[in-house]
C-alpha cells in the first residue's frame, strides 16, 4: 500500500537507501543509461517519483528533505502548481514553433524586464545555461572586436568546450583538450584559501591586482569580455567581495571589454535578492541567468543593452537563432514562476531562514573539527570539510561519498560530492523543516568523524 505524501512529515525513512523498489528500477534503468551521471545519483541509487515543496519521494515511499533544489533549479520547490498548472494550459495550446513570438514569451519578457535595470532589458533566450555561455563569448567577440576572455579559478560556466575552457583547474575537464585559445585565468577572491596568502583583514582585495597582470602580461590586450560568478556556486560557494567586482567592471570600463556576470546558479532568489549582483553595486555589461528561473523547466537567457545585442554578426537574422531558445512553454513557466516572486514574500523566506541555516551551520563547526569553513549568502551555503584545520588538507572523496550517504539515509539529499558540501535548499523551505534537516547534517557529520578516527 502507498503511503501518503505529507511533506509536513519529512524526513521519514520507511527503508533502507535505496529501498527494494528503487534498486529493482534502478537495475532497469541502468540496462540504458550511460554510467556518467552524477556522483550522487550512482552513489544512492534513488529514484524518485515525485515531490512537493522541499520535500521528494522516492519509489519506496521514502521522504526526503531537499538540501540541492535539484540541481538549485527548483528555487520555488518541486512542482509549484502555478507553474505546472501555466505549463500545462500552453502545452495545451502550443507545443513548439521555433524561436517565433507567441503571447507566452512577450508576458515573460514584460515579467523579467520588471526585474531588470534600464542597462539589462533586451533578451535572447536558450535553453541550457552552457548555451547561453557559448552564446555570451560570441556576443562578447562579435560587439568588441576583441577575442580573449578572462575568467577565473574554480569557475563553473558548463560543460560544452567553450565554456569548459574558461574554468581553470576543474577534474572534470581533464582529457577534452586542447580547448579554445583566447581563455585567460586568474586567481579567484577565495579568502578561506588566499591566492597570495594574505588575511582578510590586510588583503585591500590585492586579488583584483592579478586580473590585471593576467591583462598586461598575457594577453596580447584584445580582450572581449571578463566573465565571472558574483558568487562561485559549483566551485565552492565563494561570495566575492564587493570590491573585486568592482575592480573588474573598472577593468573593463577601461579596455572596452564587457563585464559577464554569470547568474545562472546565483539568480532568481538564491543568494537573498532577486539577482546577486544587486547587493554588489556593480551591474554588469551581460547577464546570463537560467536554472530556477522556470521552476524546472529547461530555460536559459542573455540580458544585455540592445546596442550590444543586435552588434556585429551576433545581430544578423538568424545568428542567435536556437531550436528551443524562445520557447513558449519555458516563457511561460518562467512568467508563473516570476509572478510567485513578486511579491517578495518567497524572496524574504529565503533570506530569513537562509540566515537561520547559516548561523546553525557556523554553531556545528564548533563541534565538528571536520569542517574547515563556513560560507555562503542567503540559500547559497557550503561546508569545506578537512582532515585538519591547520593544513586545510580537503577530505577525500570517499569521506565525501560517506557524508552524502549517511545523510541520505537519515532522509536529507545535497548534490554536493566532494570536499565543499553545498546546502542549497528551496527558498520556500520552513524554518522548522531546515532545522530538521541540519539536525540530520550534524548526526551525520559525527557518524563519519568517528569512523575516521577508527581508521
Known sequence: MTATFDPELAPRMLTDVPGPRSQELWARDAVFHASNSSPGAQWLRLVLKDGRGAVV???????????SSGAVVANLGHAPPAVAQAVAEEAASLMHFFDFATPA?????????????????????????AEAVEAALRLAKSYTGGYEVISFHQAWHGRTLGAM?????????????????????????????????????RCAVACAALVDRVY?????????????????????????????????????????????????????????PMWAFESTGVVPDVLLAGKGLAGGYPISLIASRREVLDAGPFGRPGAGASTFASGNLACAAGTAVLGMLEDG??????????????????????????????????????????????????????????????????????????????????????EDMAMAGIAVLDEALSEVESMAEDG
Do not use: W
Open 105 to 129: 514569451r512577450a508576458a515573460f519578457f514584460e515579467a523579467l524586464a520588471r526585474t531588470l535595470p534600464p542597462a539589462l532589458q533586451t533578451f535572447q533566450m536558450y535553453s541550457t545555461g
Open 345 to 430: 514574500a518567497v524572496l524574504a523566506n529565503g533570506e530569513r531562514v537562509g540566515a537561520r541555516m547559516l548561523a546553525a551551520l557556523r554553531e556545528l563547526a564548533e563541534r565538528h573539527p571536520i569542517i574547515g569553513d563556513v560560507r555562503g549568502v542567503g540559500m547559497l551555503m557550503a561546508l569545506e570539510l578537512v582532515t585538519d584545520r591547520t593544513s586545510k588538507t580537503p577530505v577525500t572523496p570517499a569521506v565525501a561519498r560517506r557524508l552524502m550517504t549517511a545523510m541520505a539515509r537519515r532522509g536529507v539529499l545535497v548534490a554536493g560530492a566532494g570536499a565543499v558540501l553545498r546546502i542549497t535548499p528551496p527558498l520556500v523551505i520552513t
Open 57 to 67: 519521494r522516492d519509489v519506496d515511499d521514502n521522504l526526503f528533505v531537499d538540501f
Open 216 to 272: 598586461e602580461q598575457s594577453s596580447e590586450q584584445r580582450l572581449a569580455a571578463v566573465i565571472v560568478e558574483p558568487v562561485q556556486g559549483v566551485g565552492g560557494v565563494i561570495p566575492f567581495p564587493p570590491e573585486f567586482l568592482a575592480h573588474l567592471r573598472s577593468l573593463c570600463d577601461r579596455t572596452g571589454a564587457l563585464l559577464i556576470f554569470d547568474e545562472i546558479l546565483t539568480g532568481v532568489g538564491r543568494t537573498g
Open 165 to 201: 575552457s574558461l574554468m581553470g583547474g576543474f577534474p572534470l575537464k581533464r582529457g577534452y583538450g586542447p580547448f579554445a585559445p583566447g581563455a585567460l585565468h586568474s586567481p579567484n577572491a577565495n579568502c578561506y584559501r588566499c591566492p597570495l596568502e594574505l588575511t582578510r583583514d
